[in-house]
């Protein structure tokens, strides 16, 4: 249903958000004169840490909902704040926003770097991960989250340490442990479950957030090979900003 009216000098800002950044951008446009922020999770997780102003929490029912959901509570400016490996959203929110002649930003934290004594194998998605694994190691420490298991699930003679804020449900790797944790994550204690785990390969995705990165130094430590999938791009002709500020910059801009 359509929001209740506001005064017309009130500018309304959807957040596509879940993560660090799209609570820490939706703080500052709650705070921001003028402007009135909603804040759209998915709905994936099962306690979702709630950002400040409005939330709305589930689907749109693909571009053409979006689309009709920006165009009904009069939506302003989009951005699309979610996580760097969300990539359907990302394109719906493109759709939409074209549909809607709304504004649409991607706010998106920078990949990480290797640095030197980094074993890293990039490669382009999950199931390339899981083939690459068997030549890497037996003992794997499995962080890409509950959602991409089932490529893992072939991988009989393999043991997997699954770090997820949720549990995970099967199609599963026979083999596995599930650690329910959320970070941010500390350098001793990836140092110390690197350890206690005999861990001797890591799989992550390259979501760039600074609370996970201790992994990396502790694998780096530990002469431990990392298979980092790559992230997919931003749907093309869509501007960046990749801190909170910034997109701020751009929100104040364009509305002023």
Same mark, same amino acid.
């Given at each position: 249903?359509?929001?209740?009216? #506001?005064?017309?000098?009130?500018?309304?800002?959807?957040?596509?958000?879940?993560?660090?950044?799209?609570? &820490?951008?939706?703080?500052?446009?709650? $705070? %921001?004169?003028? #402007? &009135?922020?909603?804040?759209?999770?998915?709905? /994936?997780?099962?306690?979702?840490?709630?950002?400040?102003? $409005?939330?709305?929490?589930?689907?749109?029912? +693909?571009?053409? +909902?979006?689309?009709?959901?920006? /165009?009904?509570?009069?939506?302003?400016?989009?951005?699309?704040?979610?996580?760097?490996?969300?990539? *359907?959203?990302?394109?719906?929110?493109?759709?939409?926003?074209?549909? =809607?002649?709304?504004? @649409?930003?991607?706010?998106?934290?920078?990949?990480?770097?290797?640095?030197?004594?980094?074993?890293?194998?990039?490669?382009?998605?999950?199931? %390339?991960?899981?083939?690459?694994?068997?030549?890497?190691?037996? /003992?794997?420490?499995?962080?890409? +989250?509950?959602?991409? @298991?089932?490529?893992?699930?072939?991988? =009989?003679?393999?043991? !997997?340490?699954?770090?997820?804020?949720? =549990?995970? $449900?099967?199609?599963?790797?026979?083999?596995?442990?599930?650690?329910?944790?959320?970070?941010? !994550?500390?350098?001793?204690?990836?140092?110390?479950?690197?350890?206690?785990?005999?861990?001797?390969?890591?799989?992550?995705?390259?979501? +760039?957030?600074?609370? *996970?990165?201790?992994?990396?130094?502790?694998?780096? %430590?530990?002469?431990?090979?990392?298979?980092?999938?790559?992230?997919?791009?931003?749907?093309?002709? #869509?501007?960046?900003? $990749?801190?909170?500020?910034?997109?701020?910059?751009?929100?104040?801009?364009?509305? /002023?």
């Amino acid at each position: 249903m359509p929001s209740s009216p #506001v005064h017309d000098s009130v500018r309304h800002v959807l957040v596509l958000g879940g993560t660090t950044e799209a609570r &820490r951008l939706a703080v500052a446009l709650a $705070e %921001e004169p003028g #402007v &009135r922020v909603t804040s759209s999770l998915a709905g /994936r997780v099962a306690t979702p840490r709630l950002p400040a102003g $409005e939330v709305r929490i589930g689907g749109f029912g +693909g571009p053409e +909902g979006l689309a009709r959901w920006l /165009r009904e509570h009069a939506v302003d400016a989009l951005i699309d704040a979610t996580h760097p490996f969300a990539g *359907t959203i990302s394109f719906h929110a493109a759709r939409a926003a074209a549909t =809607a002649h709304v504004p @649409l930003l991607a706010l998106r934290r920078p990949g990480w770097v290797a640095q030197p004594g980094d074993v890293w194998h990039p490669v382009p998605s999950l199931t %390339e991960a899981a083939a690459a694994l068997p030549a890497l190691g037996g /003992r794997v420490f499995l962080t890409t +989250g509950r959602m991409g @298991l089932a490529h893992f699930a072939h991988l =009989a003679d393999l043991w !997997f340490l699954v770090r997820s804020v949720d =549990a995970p $449900e099967a199609p599963h790797p026979p083999r596995m442990t599930t650690l329910l944790d959320r970070g941010p !994550f500390t350098l001793d204690g990836e140092r110390e479950l690197l350890r206690r785990h005999r861990i001797d390969v890591l799989v992550t995705k390259d979501s +760039g957030a600074a609370a *996970t990165a201790p992994k990396l130094a502790a694998a780096r %430590e530990a002469g431990v090979p990392v298979v980092v999938v790559r992230r997919p791009p931003v749907p093309e002709g #869509v501007p960046v900003a $990749e801190e909170p500020d910034a997109a701020l910059g751009w929100v104040r801009a364009l509305l /002023r």
